[in-house]
């Protein structure tokens, strides 16, 4: 893992999406004491994306409204870094419409992400509206932390991922359980390709050519998108 400049989250993140009620500002003892990282890889690569997910809200582009977490404040460092595996194009998403993005760590290449610093009862919550599941109850992080994964059902986003680990934090991420070379690939929706982009640039510094040729490099995305059509859907540059 290759771990580039650490930030705090940016005081504005998303302050435009639903406000709801804000966590305490001391939190409970359980959830300070159980940090973990979070790897986004997909939207979640951009901050006010994520802050729906945290505050609740429907991100721009969005077909869906998030309750947010139980513990809605925001993570206390976020990390640009790379882990090993690739970014895939698969099933049908409910939000974007296309192919939502997928991480397969068995296969060859380099994965960009943004890692976030939050509470294991936070990610929980992330986790669980991911799956499509009600936010509130934390989950059991045993299996994934001892043996690397914990296949917790079929559908989307519901194999736990343990990437490693950073300041003594685990670093954990969720995927798709068939893997790469058993997805049943679909090319992403311009939508989800412009927050993609955007979240490259805001947490790795990317032109928006480098994140053109990522995206349209990607399985599922390739063969139907090419670098020039994703620079047509990012048009002048990107929204940051």
Known sequence: MMVAGSRRWPADAGSSVGSGASGSAEGDAAGDARLV???????????????????????????????????????????????PGTLYFARESAVWGGGSGYYDPDAPGELPCR?????????????????????????????????????????????????????????????????????????????????LAAGLAESHGWSTRRCADYLASRPGAAGHWNAADVLAVLGGGLDL
């Open 115 to 195: 890692i976030y610093l939050v509470t294991a009862s936070q990610f929980s919550d992330i986790a669980a509206q991911e799956m499509h599941r009600s936010p509130g109850a934390d989950l059991d992080l045993t299996r994934a932390l001892a043996h690397g994964r914990d296949q917790r059902g079929p559908g989307r986003y519901e194999t736990l991922v343990h990437a490693g680990a950073l300041d003594g934090h685990p670093l954990l991420t969720f995927t798709a359980s068939e893997g790469l070379a058993g997805a049943a690939l679909n090319p992403p929706s311009a939508p989800y390709l412009r927050t």
């Open 37 to 83: 990282w979070y790897a986004a890889y997909g939207s979640n690569l951009h901050a006010a994306r994520l802050a729906c997910y945290l505050r609740g809200g429907r991100p721009d582009g969005g077909a869906r409204t998030y309750p947010g977490c139980r513990d809605r404040r925001p993570p206390r460092r976020d990390v640009a870094t790379v882990l």
